[in-house]
Structure formats: structure tokens, C-alpha cells
T-cell receptor
Framework: NAGVMQNPRHLVRRRGQEARLRCSPM?????VYWYRQLPEEGLKFMVY????????ESGMPKERFSAEFPKEGPSILRIQQVVRGDSAAYFC???????????FGDGTRLSIL | TQLLEQSPQFLSIQEGENLTVYCNSS?????LQWYRQEPGEGPVLLVT?????EVKKLKRLTFQFGDARKDSSLHITAAQPGDTGLYLC?????????????FGRGTQLTVWP
């Protein structure tokens, strides 16, 4: 499967725990984007990363959320001290250049108990 | 701020009918993408339009980008049950927020056999 791979597909956490979401871009893609989809709402941009660099994080909450895309390995979206409002589907997309179409993974559904 | 408005929000039709869904904005976009999303999956890219007035056809689907690059439409001819899904439009403003896609909330299409 050469598509964007996200894992886990489903993640359950209790309030106060940490959530780590992983995204492996399509082969040859070095640009990664994270979006959040809440029920009854559209996808909202969170952060745009290129290998080892954060290009735009203006859509990401200032506290508890962080993202990285290391030289080796997948991109990680990390949510610390999760709260019920963090429950959502988190999607990752990738592209080979910044002005090229973005291809999405199947998302991680995060549920907070 | 919701930059892209999609209409209708829901559309339920019989197999064989034609339909059009709309994506409107007061903002100018460098490009606009249409995606289709199935339950539990990520958005799948259908088409990208970049030139004002551009028309692209994908089998029974016809996509048009407005002359002013502020709006777009998707027309489906002779709809089939397999066309059922959530249709999302997404715009990109390369001049100001490179890489970020602004999504509409989608049109949920149901085609009955």
C-alpha cells in the first residue's frame, strides 16, 4: 500500500493521558499536513510540516498539542493531558511539493473517556 | 471562519437523476480541490482546478471553477448508488497560507437504487 498510512485507526484515552498519532506519508512525499474533523464540522487545518521543519502551526492549539516530522520515521501529532473536547477524527495528508494536491490517510479516531 | 460554503448540505435522489452541488466563497483561491469521503475513511481526491473558468470531466462528474476563482460546482449525470458519499470542496490560497487547505462542511449525497 503506497498511500498515506495512519496509526492507530482508533485510540481511546482517559482524561489527562497522552495521545500519540502517527502518520507515514506516501512514498516520495516530504510535506505532511494534519487536520481535525469534529462531528458536523468540516476538516480544520492544524499544522503543516516538512522534514524536520514546522512550516505553519497556526491552526494548532498553543497548549498541549505538538507535532514533529523527523528526518527518519513518521510524523507524530502529540496531545498531552487530553480532555473530552479533543475527541475527533485526526487526518494526515501528504504531498510531494507544497503546491501539489494533498492525499489523505484514513485517519485516527480519538475517543476520550 | 468558514471560508467555503457548500450547498446543499444533504441531497437524496433516485438512481439515474442528475444533480449539482455548489461550493461558494467570498475569497479568491489559487486552486480548489474536490474530495469524496466515505464513512470511516479519509477524503479521496477527485480533481484539482486551478484556472478561472476551467471545466474538468471525470466520467459522469463535471467540475467547474468560477471565472473569478471564488466558487466551484460539481455536476453528476445519471447518478448511481456508488456515488453515495460526502463531497468536500477545499481551497488553497498560495499567496497567504501556502499548503493549508480550507474545507467546506460538505454535501452528503445519497443515491437510492
Amino acid at each position: 500500500n503506497a498511500g498515506v498510512m495512519q496509526n492507530p485507526r482508533h485510540l481511546v484515552r482517559r482524561r489527562g493521558q497522552e495521545a500519540r498519532l502517527r502518520c507515514s506519508p506516501m512514498k516520495g512525499h516530504s510535506h505532511v499536513y494534519w487536520y481535525r474533523q469534529l462531528p458536523e464540522e468540516g476538516l480544520k487545518f492544524m499544522v503543516y510540516l516538512q522534514k524536520e521543519n514546522i512550516i505553519d502551526e497556526s491552526g494548532m492549539p498553543k497548549e498541549r498539542f505538538s507535532a514533529e516530522f523527523p528526518k527518519e520515521g513518521p510524523s507524530i501529532l502529540r496531545i498531552q493531558q487530553v480532555v473530552r473536547g479533543d475527541s475527533a477524527a485526526y487526518f494526515c495528508a501528504s504531498s510531494d511539493r507544497s503546491n501539489q494536491p494533498q492525499h489523505f490517510g484514513d485517519g485516527t479516531r480519538l475517543s476520550i473517556l | 471562519t468558514q471560508l467555503l460554503e457548500q450547498s446543499p448540505q444533504f441531497l437524496s435522489i433516485q438512481e439515474g437523476e442528475n444533480l449539482t452541488v455548489y461550493c461558494n466563497s467570498s475569497s479568491v483561491f489559487s486552486s480548489l480541490q474536490w474530495y469524496r469521503q466515505e464513512p470511516g475513511e479519509g477524503p479521496v481526491l477527485l480533481v484539482t482546478v486551478v484556472t478561472g473558468g476551467e471545466v474538468k470531466k471525470l466520467k459522469r462528474l463535471t467540475f467547474q471553477f468560477g471565472d473569478a476563482r471564488k466558487d466551484s460546482s460539481l455536476h453528476i449525470t445519471a447518478a448511481q448508488p456508488g456515488d453515495t458519499g460526502l463531497y468536500l470542496c477545499a481551497g488553497e490560497n498560495r499567496g497567504s497560507t501556502l499548503g493549508r487547505l480550507y474545507f467546506g462542511r460538505g454535501t452528503q449525497l445519497t443515491v437510492w437504487p
